[in-house]
């Protein structure tokens, strides 16, 4: 991923270093879920007569269940009643408040019982109307922008130009990625103390430049290590014998070879010593 940076005079360099699209799809499914929320919630809000329905209303839902606007609800009821002038008829209508709940509580409560912490966290990318909420393409672009990750202190940029000039150098190596052997961390060694240099044994450099050999024209693969002209030992000649006389030569594997004999190759039973 190719790093993007913004400065200016006021701000110091920062660096992009992941998209983090998987943060991305997260939030948009969350922001969706909170307007389709808030798009139940607006038409139940206008019955209660208490005005606009906005971002307050809707964060009270989702941290309250509703109860600011329930009080506000009462209290409004209060307002209304006083203007009657029997006291019989004022507390009758006070009482038919207070016991017949809304049907916007009801699904205010059942919105708080759902959410989580995400879910009021991005409640602030929302824009909310009076018949709901929408994600302008400003919240969008800001949700967006929230969810990458920058690097703005300087000795971590630093290190991040350092690790973009081993990217570009291995990219080189490797012709730019279309000959990047898939065990090419063989073609380094790593020292006791972390150190890491060129296998003493050498590279088969001839790989890293395509160049075919008489092995791979055979359909043999070829390795990244070092030709090596060192001969192979021929296997070790034993007498195979049968009752005693001796049938003929056989040329069968060292069983001394201590590497055969860790994988129990080839390993004598015990009735063979």
């Not at 991305?24 to 329905?53: H, N, S, V, W």
């Not at 941290?63 to 600011?68: A, E, F, H, P």
């Not at 002038?85 to 017949?100: K, T």
Request: net charge neutral.
């Amino acid at each position: 991923m190719k790093a993007q940076k913004k400065t200016s005079s006021t701000h110091p360099e920062r660096i992009l270093i992941s998209e983090r699209k998987d943060k991305q799809r997260r939030a948009k499914e969350i922001t969706q879920r909170i307007m389709e929320a808030a798009g139940q919630l607006a038409p139940l809000y206008a019955a209660l007569d208490l005005g606009a329905f906005d971002r307050t209303t809707l964060a009270d839902a989702y941290k309250t269940g509703g109860q600011l606007t329930h009080r506000r609800y009462l209290d409004h009821a209060k307002a209304e009643a006083v203007k009657i002038e029997s006291v019989v008829l004022r507390h009758s209508i006070l009482a038919s408040f207070e016991a017949n709940t809304p049907p916007y509580f009801a699904k205010a409560k059942e919105i708080q019982a759902n959410a989580g912490m995400d879910d009021r966290y991005y409640l602030g990318y929302i824009t909310v109307t009076d018949s709901g909420a929408i994600l302008t393409n400003e919240d969008a672009e800001r949700l967006v922008d929230d969810c990458r990750e920058y690097i703005t202190d300087p000795e971590l940029i630093a290190k991040y130009r350092q690790h973009e000039a081993a990217v570009n150098a291995l990219n080189a190596l490797f012709e730019d990625g279309r000959a990047m052997p898939l065990p090419w961390f063989s073609i380094f060694a790593v020292d006791g103390n972390g150190k890491i240099s060129i296998p003493e044994d050498g590279v088969n450099y001839a790989y890293l430049l395509h160049k075919r050999t008489e092995a791979e024209a055979t359909g043999k693969l070829q390795s990244l290590e070092a030709p090596t002209t060192e001969k192979q030992q021929p296997p070790r000649q034993q007498n195979r014998k049968e009752n005693g006389v001796i049938k003929g030569i056989t040329k069968e594997p060292d069983r001394t070879d201590p590497a055969r004999l860790r994988h129990n190759k080839d390993r004598p039973s015990p009735d063979a010593i």
